[in-house]
């Protein structure tokens, strides 16, 4: 009866082992319930590679259910939501391979590495995730782990500011080059470079619209489809109202399409499905078109298009660039050669005028020469000199680049040294003080009269013969202000004449011509004769 029966002790390790595995069950439990509660994808795969846990999260996630996965091998479920483009059998079996190591081993490399991968749910819906995989030891063997975090939204937000900084720099580039005045081809195969790394498509151009040929040239082409500098007639869709207002026009199946225009035909021929035609318009109307095919037909994505018509606006900008350089360069060259042609009329101007004047500089001397009386004849002669004073500057001018400006200095040098010369003042020493200033005509000529008169009334009546002396010329600037001076040293200036109202016609002739510039004279008799002429220099 006794053996029949359990002792004491043995019903006691009973108990303890029971409350254990209660105590475990509970435990195991609670794990569960922790591991369903996350939001987070856990699996859990045996010493063999077959699935034992598989969380709600997981299943939230890949979209592949519990009961679908339990049990399976863990590359197989790798498989099932794997992306189209990864579902291979080499890629099954590399997955195998790389799982079973790890088990058999006990270790991997990519063992508590965070890795990030893309899968494909089974309603097609293409999702990212950051996985991490661990190793467990166990009791009961080797498990691997892995903890999986959907950062689909955070991946995509990454890549639209990714795609965002692209917009800014193609649209950044395209306007730099406009700025350094790059050819537009150029800039248009640029901006297709660029924008066919950020929106799907594999053919891509930009036209140029010739209205009067009915013609639209292919400025720069990516692809096989179309060939920079082909030529094409205008023809619908791009004579479409909408299209020729602005408004984009998509294609989502060429084939589809009852007629198509020749680039449209190319680019179908080249293999593309849809399309895109946006146009690139200046003051309200299209100068040209941008367009965009891919491979697959179907709707292009919002953005796509934004970009698109961001690229187009700025190519449109460097179209109208283009043309605005072109007609600016016909323009200064028709001005240049005008210029040229009025330079030259203008020199042939001058040198007539100076021929006249010299002509009648003649005539008056030949005049003087049959007149008895010496005042009538020195009034003659002192015409003549005003005279050789005005045909200088036309010589002046003649010979100068600038046909708008004299060099004073030079001028007056020249006009000196011939009343010296004129009036045989060898004994008279002629010094000059000219700053380097440039005069118009209108203020070169009542300038140099001004110096012709003062100069030759000072060699004809400030010296006596033989007398030695010297005869001053300044000419000097103050700010606005110009300051014409003529000295001689020889005898003073009568103080009894008032030279603002003398009956002389020389002195007479200074002061409306000092009138004429608008300015004022002074004249200091303190030391010699000193006349000075301050005006401003006209605008």
Not at 23 to 44: C, P, R, T, Y
Not at 87 to 99: D, F, G, M, P, V
Not at 145 to 164: P, V
Not at 511 to 539: C, H, P, W, Y
Request: glycine share 6%; net charge negative.
């Amino acid at each position: 009866m006794q053996d029949s029966h359990k002792s004491r002790e043995e019903l006691l390790l009973e108990i303890s082992e029971l409350r254990r595995r209660v105590a475990e069950l509970e435990a195991e439990k609670k794990f569960h319930d922790i591991i369903e509660q996350s939001n987070d994808g856990i699996v859990v795969t045996d010493e063999q590679g077959l699935v034992i846990e598989w969380n709600r999260g997981q299943e939230q996630i890949t979209g592949l259910k519990r009961s679908a996965a339990l049990g399976r091998p863990v590359w197989d479920t790798q498989f099932a939501i794997a992306p189209d483009e990864e579902k291979t059998l080499s890629a099954y079996e590399a997955a195998k391979t790389r799982i079973l190591d790890a088990l058999k081993t006990q270790q991997a490399p990519w063992f508590n590495q965070s890795l990030e991968h893309a899968i494909q749910r089974p309603d097609g819906a293409r999702r990212f995730m950051q996985t991490m995989t661990f190793p467990i030891q166990t009791t009961a063997g080797f498990m691997i782990g892995s903890i999986t975090r959907d950062i689909t939204d955070q991946k995509q937000a990454e890549n639209e500011l990714r795609r965002y900084a692209a917009r800014l720099k193609i649209l950044y580039e395209i306007a730099q080059a406009i700025l350094e005045s790059q050819p537009t081809a150029q800039i248009a195969q640029a901006a297709l470079d660029r924008l066919c790394e950020l929106i799907p498509c594999q053919e891509s151009g930009v036209f140029d619209f010739d209205f009067e040929t009915n013609t639209a040239s292919v400025l720069a082409a990516k692809g096989s489809a179309l060939q920079a500098g082909a030529h094409f007639p205008l023809a619908l869709p791009l004579f479409d109202t909408r299209f020729l207002q602005g408004h984009i026009q998509v294609i989502e199946d060429i084939e589809a399409l009852p007629q198509k225009n020749p680039p449209e035909r190319a680019i179908h021929a080249a293999g593309m499905r849809a399309c895109i035609w946006v146009p690139l318009m200046v003051q309200g109307g299209p100068v040209g078109a941008l367009s965009v095919g891919k491979a697959k037909p179907g709707p292009f994505a919002p953005q796509d298009i934004e970009i698109a018509r961001e690229v187009a606006d700025s190519l449109a900008v460097a179209l109208q660039q283009t043309w605005l350089r072109d007609a600016l360069q016909v323009y200064t060259e028709y001005l240049e050669t005008s210029l040229r042609e009025k330079e030259v009329l203008l020199k042939e101007v001058h040198h007539r005028v100076k021929n006249n004047l010299q002509v009648i500089s003649s005539l008056l001397n030949l005049q003087a020469n049959f007149i008895k009386d010496p005042q009538t004849a020195g009034a003659l002669v002192e015409s003549q000199s005003r005279i050789r004073s005005m045909a200088l500057i036309h010589e002046k001018l003649y010979c100068s680049a600038n046909l708008a400006q004299i060099d004073f200095a030079e001028y007056v040098h020249s006009l000196a040294t011939d009343l010296f010369r004129f009036y045989r003042a060898h004994h008279i020493d002629l010094v000059m003080d000219i700053a380097d200033i440039s005069l118009d005509i209108d203020m070169a000529i009542p300038c140099g009269l001004i110096v012709n008169e003062l100069v030759s009334n000072a060699l004809k009546h400030a010296f006596g013969d033989a007398q030695r002396g010297e005869v001053r010329v300044g000419f000097t600037s103050q700010g606005k202000e110009l300051i014409l001076t003529v000295y001689d040293s020889g005898g003073a200036f009568s103080n009894d004449i008032d030279f603002r109202n003398t009956e002389t016609l020389g002195l007479q002739l200074v002061m409306t011509l000092v009138d004429q510039l608008n300015g004022i004279v002074e004249l200091d008799t303190s030391d010699g004769t000193a006349f000075k002429i301050t005006f401003t220099r006209s605008s």
